[in-house]
């Protein structure tokens, strides 16, 4: 053997060759390992069948041995770590090609699904649309109300300043000062006519 | 020339029941014994006869021109596109109609839009986007279109309001001479 062999290290060679006999012979014979086997090893093994275990010497070695390997099936990890492209992966067992749709049957079969689908989706569209529609009447009604009730409230304070006007020309004239300056307020208020205010503008300087 | 796939024919059906409501009609018996079936060619679809589609099998893909009615053409993208020329089948089913005056004929046939001003009535309980066959006052189907209001909300637009608009209208067939039929 030592001639055939072919050395790539020449440096590793002789080690090798030196240490190669002796090296087996010392891990067969280690006094180290004598000294455990035969000392420290015996009185664990006592120990333990007490315990109540069977103490087998091959027990040990098989759990090591029973490592559990999984292979990538087990695991759920695809075959290839990537994503598949769609078209890639065939469904085994089919036809290739098109299918296509020409006897009277499945035509009806299709046309009848195609059509309770339309019909479902007008439905829902039209249902929608109605309570769409109430609501905007609802507001539209609503809207109608509170520009009425506005209303009704604008009459009201006119002609409460109407009358308090008609008051105002039977008293006394600083009570129709008085009566012109709250009146003034509620139409800067209000926004009313000018033509109002002239006309009292020409009443004052006449007096 | 080959009848339309599963896919295929469910697009189809599905883009004509926008603007048909009663689709057997398309595909029951004529008195004949024969009956119309859909055929695909160049990506067009065309509505045929049974007996005429068999007859054209003799006739060259790249030979054959058209045969039956023309319904539209499938896009690459997987769509369906109606035709002008499948007026005549959509106007025999029309789920929702339109009728347009005579000041409003024209503009549809140059290709605009239906405004409120020019629509002379309507079907009643049209919701939005819905397709829509357009017909002159005389019932002269000129093209199809989708809705742009329901019917209630149309009432309220102003005149100059679109209600409808035009997918397609006769005026194409002049306009559209060139690729209507082919490429």
């Known amino acids: ?207 | 020339m080959r009848p339309l796939t599963d896919q295929e024919m469910k697009v189809v059906l599905d883009k004509l029941a926008n603007y048909m409501s009663d689709l057997k009609s398309l595909i029951a018996p004529l008195e004949d014994g024969d009956r119309y079936v859909f055929r695909l060619n160049h990506n067009r679809v065309y509505y045929v006869k049974l007996s005429l589609a068999n007859l054209a099998t003799c006739v060259g893909r790249d030979a054959l021109l058209s045969l039956g009615t023309c319904l539209g053409k499938m896009t690459k993208s997987g769509k369906f596109r109606l035709h002008i020329t499948a007026l005549p089948i959509l106007a025999r089913g029309a789920r929702h109609k339109i009728w347009v005056k005579e000041n409003g004929a024209q503009p549809f046939l140059y290709g605009s839009n239906i405004v409120k001003a020019h629509v002379g009535r309507w079907s009643e309980d049209c919701p939005e986007h819905q397709g829509c066959v357009v017909y002159s006052m005389a019932d002269i189907p000129l093209g199809f279109g989708v809705t742009a209001r329901s019917t209630t909300e149309a009432r309220r637009l102003d005149p100059t309001g679109i209600v409808c608009f035009r997918q397609a209208d006769c005026g194409e067939y002049l306009r559209d001479e060139d690729t209507l039929f082919a490429g």
């Open chain 1, 1 to 207: 053997m030592a001639p055939t062999r072919t050395v790539k290290n020449k440096h590793a060679a002789p080690k090798a060759g030196s240490k190669g006999g002796s090296g087996k012979k010392r891990s067969s014979t280690d006094g180290v390992s004598k000294s455990k086997s035969s000392k420290g090893k015996k009185p664990a093994i006592s120990a333990t069948e007490v315990k109540g275990r069977p103490n087998l010497p091959g027990l040990n070695k098989d759990k090591k041995k029973k490592l559990p390997v999984y292979t990538d099936k087990e695991l759920g990890i695809p075959e290839l770590n990537m994503i598949t492209p769609v078209g890639v992966t065939k469904p085994r067992g089919k036809k290739k090609g098109k299918v296509f749709v020409d006897d009277r049957e499945s035509m009806s079969t299709l046309l009848a699904l195609v059509q309770a689908e339309k019909e479902g989706q007008i439905e829902s569209k039209m249902m929608r649309a109605r309570q769409l529609e109430e609501i905007r009447e609802a507001r539209r009604k609503e809207a109608e109300k509170k520009e009425a009730e506005r209303r009704a409230e604008l009459e009201q304070t006119k002609e409460a300043i109407r009358r308090k006007r008609k008051r105002g020309k039977k008293g006394t004239k600083d009570g129709q000062e008085e009566d012109e300056g709250e009146s003034v307020k509620e139409l800067a208020a209000t926004g009313s006519k000018a033509t109002k205010s002239k006309k009292k503008k020409v009443s004052f300087a006449e007096d």
